[in-house]
């Protein structure tokens, strides 16, 4: 089998084609969710905070220097990461939730216990009572 026939055959099947939609669903959900954080929650984090605008929020480690830029840990965009992510994985949470509630067998009605076998002695002597009554 040649390579190109191999691979077509690879990028052809279902959970390829269904793996491809999932990322690009995915990488636009992420965009929404960083723009709804970016964008709408943490202005009124900030404003709660009192005027703090987070990805303004650094550590300066070295000062810039001529034309050379300043060395910085930009730790506000990193807690704006977090919550992006926090948002993205409880999503992500409750559509699996949702998927697996949709997945389980619906409960089957009880069926009515059988009589458990009557053994041959009481079967027995049932059999004498009933022909000693007939007498």
């Known amino acids: 089998m040649s390579f190109i026939k191999e691979f077509k055959e690879f990028a ?5 084609i269904d793996m491809a939609v ?3 669903i995915g990488g636009a959900f992420g965009k929404i969710v960083s723009s709804l954080v970016g964008d709408v929650i943490m202005p009124i984090v900030g404003v709660l905070t009192g005027g703090v605008n987070f990805t303004d929020l650094k550590f300066t480690l070295k000062d810039a ?9 930009n730790y506000g965009s990193f807690i704006q990461t977090m919550v992006d992510f926090t948002i993205i994985a409880f999503c992500i949470f409750c559509v ?3 998927i ?3 997945k389980k067998p619906k409960a089957e009605e009880p069926k009515a216990e059988e009589p458990a076998p ?7 002597l049932t059999q004498i009572r009933d022909l000693l009554k007939n007498k």
Do not use: C, H, Q, Y
């Open 100 to 102: 697996n509630s949709l």
């Open 12 to 16: 052809m099947r279902g959970n390829v």
């Open 22 to 24: 999932g990322v690009v």
């Open 96 to 98: 699996v939730k949702a």
């Open 118 to 124: 009557v053994p041959e002695d009481i079967a027995l």
């Open 65 to 73: 220097v001529g034309d050379t830029a300043a060395v910085t840990v």
